[in-house]
């Protein structure tokens, strides 16, 4: 039974990022914590991220701004280390309820659509940048921090779907190369990332044959209620 929550959990965070550019760590993370621990959750999700972002950096390549990319990643570099930190310092029960808390505020900030002011001064992008390596460093979590500046900045839809896989791309092979140089990355752990790459394959080509005709905006809101539940239930089974 394990083994098809992990295949099927897989499979629809994938095809769910492939869609809407972004949600494979908020949908996988609740259950692939529940079902293997944090300690192993996080490295594994890491490397499934990866998996999925060369896919989507190829698909998203030709909107890449790279020099933006490179501003906001090179803070988000410096706080992955901090948020691995956190994660190996602090009790399972507080990350898990800081984790839910997060998934909590961004669906909130999304579903509802609160008005960010614009920040167009590039400084903000460090600050951003910096948050979001500390939130993909401790639980693969960068998206919501970028997701807000990306708001602030205004960027059209393919531009910000593009920077946001970039960003993504970055963050997630230092995270890698982080959690093994303070030895997460385990034997079991790249054992089932091996497993998931065929189920990130069938999840990323269901998701980019199909986006075509699905309806972003639904889909986005459909997501974001999701994401609300499973941090309203992380924090309840605490």
Request: glycine letters at 10%; hydrophobic letters at 60%; one cysteine or more.
């Amino acid at each position: 039974m394990e083994s098809v929550i992990f295949a099927a959990i897989v499979v629809i965070a994938c095809f769910v990022q492939a869609v809407a550019g972004f949600g494979l760590p908020m949908i996988a993370m609740p259950v692939l914590v529940a079902l293997l621990g944090i300690q192993t959750a996080v490295p594994l999700t890491a490397i499934i991220i990866l998996e999925l972002q060369l896919l989507m950096i190829v698909r998203y390549r030709m909107a890449l701004n790279v020099h933006m990319v490179t501003r906001i990643s090179a803070a988000a570099v410096l706080g992955i280390p901090v948020g691995i930190l956190f994660l190996s310092r602090i009790s399972e029960i507080i990350v898990v309820t800081l984790l839910g808390l997060l998934l909590i505020f961004y669906a909130l900030y999304a579903l509802f659509k609160f008005p960010v002011p614009a920040l167009y001064n590039p400084q903000w992008a460090y600050l951003f940048g910096f948050l979001g390596g500390i939130g993909g460093g401790a639980y693969n979590m960068a998206a919501p921090a970028l997701i807000i500046y990306g708001d602030t900045q205004r960027w059209p839809p393919d531009l910000f779907k593009a920077n946001l896989q970039g960003c993504f791309l970055i963050i997630g092979v230092v995270a890698i190369l982080t959690h093994a140089l303070n030895g997460h990355v385990s034997g079991d752990v790249l054992q089932m990332s091996l497993i998931a790459l065929p189920l990130v394959l069938i999840g990323a080509g269901g998701g980019f044959f199909l986006d075509r005709y699905i309806n972003a905006a639904v889909f986005r809101k459909i997501v974001l209620a999701l994401m609300l539940v499973l941090g309203i239930s992380l924090i309840v089974s605490q």
